[in-house]
């Protein structure tokens, strides 16, 4: 009797909240007001936008065969369904109800008026009729596919699919693809929580920073980016060598692991960890294992060749960690025919997912994998001053090696479950004893080289020990997330060669004289690559 009593109330008989209603009131006021805006603005820019309008319908026409309008079925207001209109930049016969990230070879399906409008955004102009039509507003959060579920599922969390969806948005500024949804979600919802004039101003103002920084407004991505980070684990692993290491160059090999090994013994666990190596012979692959087989038997490491089929036969049930190495490296660039392209995303990206698909199946706890700094676009030139990288830096691949990587990084990371933990692990240039890349270069300028270039262009390296103790201890704790190991100090090329020469009795003499030929030939370099 008494719980019937409690559950049966007045009208009225409620307190009511004077904040809640006010804040209510606050916001169905807004909302008129905010669409009486969109339309005096939208109705503007359709007129003063009219010309530019016409012109990228023609040069869409003149690309490639098609419809100059895109048209695609999305998420609207209370999860109703709508028809958004964009500027078509891939060619007609690309999937239509697909992510573009999820596509294979996306590069190859974009035009050359494609690429453009998406560099500047300028794809979206059309829903400056879905803003009329009161199927969106200017500002809110960007509309969801009509399949994409999870993204719809996390926002109903905060209230996000009841507000207008937005031609730009909170989420949109604040990250790019690499968002995971959830992150991107919480984004909407504390514009759901903020939402009013001053919110909508910080939107609008962002956006326009972003184009003009040719940055562009990107849908959002789906990957479970975890965490970042990771400096303060690299910081540790390279303390051990404190001490015994000179500047990182002089690391002792299997000699270092041992001296770890000794000092640590008496706290790693007596169970041996299990740990696959995919990819047979690789310069990274065969540094881990001489390193890990310097720890007393503690990991049973085996190394698995990924050409051709046989590799899918091989039982990944016994293992605990599967360290991925196998991938197509980087080449010239300019030089590559379209199936050398395909191939790169062949093996970096869907010989990845397929391996982690396979290792997750087959219960492995863990899958770390190799990705690269590549992903962030080239790294800066002599004369192009310092280009951070931090937790909040959008990928932006500025090719198809950079592209096909993120795309494995991004497909591996999709797989994560509570029982399979995905590593994803982003080095910068990595040297050392027997090292590739520009590396081996360097070290045969000191070797002979008397004098060498001045040149301040600092860059983040990773000495291969550094690397092989980074990724015992990602596998020994099993750790899961996007972690960015590198030394503790920044490195530049002069200092390298320099440092070279030291290790091996020499001195290189280091000159200004010289360093406006470098600015030169790297300038000549762009004009070059412009150029075709």
Not at 363 to 384: D, H
């Amino acid at each position: 009797m008494n719980t019937n009593k409690k559950e049966i109330h007045k009208p009225g008989s409620q307190k009511s909240d004077p904040k809640a209603s006010r804040k209510t009131a606050g916001h169905a006021c807004y909302c008129k007001i905010k669409r009486a805006m969109d339309l005096v603005l939208c109705g503007t820019a359709l007129f003063l936008l009219s010309p530019a309008l016409l012109g990228i319908s023609i040069a869409i026409k003149l690309d490639s065969k098609g419809p100059v309008i895109f048209r695609q079925t999305r998420i609207g207001i209370h999860k109703s369904h709508f028809e958004i209109y964009k500027f078509r930049t891939m060619y007609a016969d690309t999937p239509k109800d697909m992510p573009t990230h999820l596509l294979k070879n996306p590069d190859a399906m974009v035009t050359k008026t494609g690429a453009f409008l998406r560099k500047y955004s300028l794809d979206e102009l059309p829903q400056l009729f879905n803003i009329l039509r009161g199927d969106m507003s200017i500002v809110g959060p960007r509309p969801a596919l009509w399949n994409q579920d999870d993204l719809v599922a996390e926002r109903e969390k905060y209230g996000a699919n009841d507000v207008m969806p937005g031609l730009t948005g909170w989420a949109q500024i604040n990250g790019r693809d690499e968002l995971e949804i959830p992150v991107k979600a919480k984004l909407d919802g504390e514009y759901v929580r903020r939402f009013g004039f001053w919110m909508d101003i910080r939107c609008i103002a962002g956006t326009v920073t972003a184009v003009a920084g040719h940055k562009g407004v990107v849908e959002g991505g789906t990957g479970r980016m975890k965490k970042e980070g990771g400096t303060g684990r690299m910081e540790k692993a390279a303390g051990s060598f404190s001490g015994k290491v000179a500047a990182g160059l002089l690391c002792g090999g299997e000699a270092a692991a041992r001296l770890i090994y000794e000092r640590q013994k008496d706290t790693l666990p007596k169970k041996p960890k299990k740990i696959l190596i995919t990819g047979a012979g690789s310069y990274i692959g065969t540094a881990v294992k001489q390193w890990l087989s310097a720890f007393g038997g503690h990991y049973e490491v085996t190394e698995l060749d990924m050409h051709g089929e046989r590799w899918k036969k091989h039982d990944f049930s016994n293992y605990d960690t599967v360290f991925h190495v196998a991938g197509k490296a980087h080449a010239d660039t300019g030089k590559v025919s379209k199936e050398e392209k395909q191939l790169y995303y062949e093996v970096n990206r869907d010989l990845a997912v397929e391996t982690a698909k396979k290792a997750r199946a087959s219960g492995v706890r863990q899958f770390i994998y190799m990705s690269s700094i590549i992903i962030y676009g080239e790294s800066a030139g002599p004369a192009e001053g310092r280009k951070r990288i931090t937790a909040v830096t959008r990928p932006a691949p500025a090719n198809f090696y950079g592209n096909s990587k993120w795309q494995g990084d991004r497909g591996v990371r999709g797989l994560e479950t509570p029982d399979f933990k995905v590593c994803v692990l982003r080095p910068p240039m990595i040297y050392g004893k027997g090292s590739k890349g520009n590396y081996p270069m360097l070290a045969k300028i000191a070797a002979v080289a008397p004098v060498f270039p001045l040149v301040k262009n600092e860059r983040s390296v990773l000495h291969i020990d550094h690397l092989c103790e980074f990724v015992r201890l990602m596998a020994e704790h099993e750790e899961s997330g996007v972690f960015f190991p590198q030394d503790a100090a920044y490195a530049d090329t002069s200092g390298l060669v320099a440092l070279i020469a030291k290790a091996h009795g020499r001195k290189v003499h280091l000159s200004k004289a010289l360093s406006p030929f470098v600015y030169l030939g790297c300038y000549a370099g762009k004009r070059r690559t412009a150029g075709g």
